[in-house]
């Protein structure tokens, strides 16, 4: 079964410029999840989708980052203008969110590699 | 709202060295505890996940261990080997969320 892949694996910009990272789940997982890592910190959810539908997006900086799951199956993150700040791994993640979901599912995530960005 | 330490925040020790690495978390409503490593510009790999109905679960070396009730885990590696050299992450499971502590950082040297 393949993991989650995610593209590019790594990407240098200069500030203000824009980048779009690329996310396809596991076939089949519903749930899809978007994080950024800090160099030193755990990861920090930005985004969650059920499907193509956003479920949580409150840690979202949305003045400069977007996401979208069109067809409910791959996923872009995009940062437009980028900051110094936004230089981080962003990860993604996908889970079978089971029909029965509640407090004895299991909803384990799994993540892909990642994408390294650098604001330069 | 939920907050996970991890303790200590590095660790360096020679090979063969049994490690214990410390997990705390807030809120103990919790439903799944996970343990990850993640090697240096890399992904996370899961190592162990602990249900909330769990006491301990084993992977060969590692031993991963949930006390809801006082909001702990510990994960034993027993026999460090310098592959190990990594940074471990705990994570617990809100319902469908999944709250990261700030990882040990792991180096085993030969």
């Known amino acids: 079964e393949a993991g989650v892949a995610q593209s590019p694996r790594y990407k240098i910009i200069e500030k203000r410029q824009s980048v779009a990272f690329w996310c396809n789940p596991i076939?089949?997982?519903?749930?899809l999840y978007w994080y950024q890592q800090i160099l030193g910190q755990g990861p920090k959810l930005l985004i969650q989708?059920?499907?193509?539908?956003?479920?949580?997006d409150s840690q979202l900086p949305k003045d400069r980052f977007s996401a979208e799951r069109l067809k409910g199956v791959d996923s872009t993150l995009k940062i437009q203008p980028a900051k110094l700040e936004d230089s981080a791994v962003y990860l993604c993640?996908?889970?079978?969110?089971?029909?029965?979901?509640?407090?004895?599912?299991?909803?384990?995530?799994?993540f892909g590699a990642g994408t390294r960005l650098s604001v330069l | 709202k939920q907050e996970v330490t991890q303790i200590p925040a590095a660790l360096s020790v020679p090979e063969g060295e049994n490690l214990v690495l410390n997990c705390s978390f807030t809120?103990?409503?919790?439903?799944?505890l996970q343990w990850f490593r993640q090697d240096p510009g890399k992904g996370l790999t899961s190592l162990l996940l602990?249900?909330?109905?769990?006491r301990e679960q084993t992977s060969g070396r590692l031993n991963a261990s949930l006390d809801k009730s006082s909001g702990r885990s510990t994960l034993y590696i027993a026999a460090s080997q310098p592959g190990d050299s990594a940074t471990y992450l705990c994570?617990?499971?809100?319902?469908?969320?999944?709250?990261f502590g700030t990882g040990t950082r792991l180096q085993v040297f030969p």
């Open positions: 602990i249900q909330s109905s769990q």
């Open positions: 076939s089949g997982h519903a749930t």
């Open positions: 809120d103990s409503a919790i439903y799944n």
């Open positions: 989708f059920q499907n193509n539908g956003v479920v949580d």
């Open positions: 994570a617990v499971y809100n319902t469908d969320k999944l709250i």
């Open positions: 993640a996908s889970s079978l969110r089971l029909p029965s979901a509640g407090r004895l599912a299991k909803n384990i995530q799994y």
